[in-house]
């Protein structure tokens, strides 16, 4: 974590907000563990459900109630959403199933993640990616889809200070 770190406070100096559901604030406590993280990290939502994820984040509630609020679009939107609510550069997002759901179609627990940066007015860059745990535990899930948004996270960093050098 100190890698996300010294990367947020690099310059030029960015802010970070973040939006989760089945991480159930995961995300949040791990940037919040880091030494600091009041110089970056603005603050965060959990948003459960999807009046929560449209009334907060902006969701279109007709393309996340089609997909159960499961997609990158829905995740892309919530890291959006979440730049807006806070007013950061950076957002990431998580929405997912933590166990298996029949009624839904979902054999192997799965997420997907997303981080946004929104450059002052320009439209925001957003890169998604998803994650299966098939055979983990809704704990285990949470923890491996935490560690996978923290590490795009960082790994978005290091491309973006890399390309300013």
């Given amino acids: 974590m100190s890698r996300l770190k010294e990367l947020m406070l690099s310059s030029p100096r960015l802010t970070l907000a973040v939006a989760e559901s089945l991480t159930s604030g995961g995300v949040q406590?791990?940037?919040?563990r880091i030494s600091g993280a009041s110089n970056f990290f603005l603050g965060g939502i959990t948003a459960y459900t999807i009046d929560q994820k449209v009334r907060?984040?902006?969701?279109?509630?007709?393309?996340?109630?089609?997909?159960?609020?499961?997609?990158?679009?829905?995740?892309?939107?919530?890291a959006r959403g979440v730049c807006a609510l806070f007013g950061s550069d950076l957002g990431v997002a998580t929405t997912g199933y933590a166990e298996p759901s029949p009624e839904q179609g979902v054999a192997v627990p799965f997420a997907w993640w997303a981080v946004?940066?929104?450059?002052?007015?320009?439209?925001?860059?957003?890169?998604?990616?998803k994650i299966e745990c098939p055979g983990a535990a809704r704990v285990e899930v949470q923890q491996r889809v935490t560690e996978a948004a923290l590490a795009a996270l960082v790994a978005w960093l290091e491309d973006f200070r890399a390309e300013r050098m």
């Fill in 29 to 32: 406590a791990g940037v919040g």
């Fill in 56 to 78: 907060h984040l902006g969701v279109d509630r007709a393309g996340a109630a089609a997909v159960n609020c499961v997609s990158a679009a829905v995740a892309e939107q919530m």
């Fill in 116 to 129: 946004a940066y929104r450059p002052g007015t320009s439209a925001a860059q957003i890169v998604t990616g």
